[in-house]
């Protein structure tokens, strides 16, 4: 299995930056998708941003394109969310996601989360 551990949450200003780490207990190589998901109180979780082991396509939430980027880090078995320019409507728990494929099972992955508060 994998283990999955967020960091970098915290409260931030309007407009300012935050940067999320996720470190992984297994290769990320080895992982077929990470990435990111977000849930505010009494609201679905959604999807923030996904990146595809093979072939490195990503994918981002229309409400955080431009301001969002997500990076991974073989050496590190890590993966980052470089957020910018922060909303007040980016307020969640955030969630370090992985997925795994092997012969044909599927299993997913999530970190405990990490709170992001957005206010002045």
């Known amino acids: 299995q994998v283990q999955l551990q967020e960091s970098g949450g915290g409260l931030v200003q309007p407009g300012g930056p935050l940067r999320l780490s996720c470190a992984a207990s297994?290769?990320?190589?080895?992982?077929?998708?990470m990435g990111w998901y977000r849930q505010a109180p009494g609201k679905q979780r959604e999807l923030v941003t996904t990146?595809?082991?093979?072939?490195?396509?990503?994918n981002y939430a229309d409400s955080v394109k431009g301001r969002f980027t997500i990076s991974t880090d073989t050496d590190k078995n890590s993966e980052d969310l470089q957020m910018n320019n922060l909303e007040r409507g980016d307020t969640d728990l955030y969630y370090c996601?992985?997925?795994?494929?092997?012969?044909?099972?599927?299993?997913?992955?999530w970190g405990q989360g990490t709170q992001v508060a957005v206010a002045s």
């Open positions: 996601y992985g997925q795994t494929i092997v012969a044909g099972v599927v299993e997913d992955y």
């Open positions: 990146f595809l082991s093979r072939g490195g396509r990503t």
């Open positions: 297994k290769s990320i190589a080895s992982i077929h998708t």
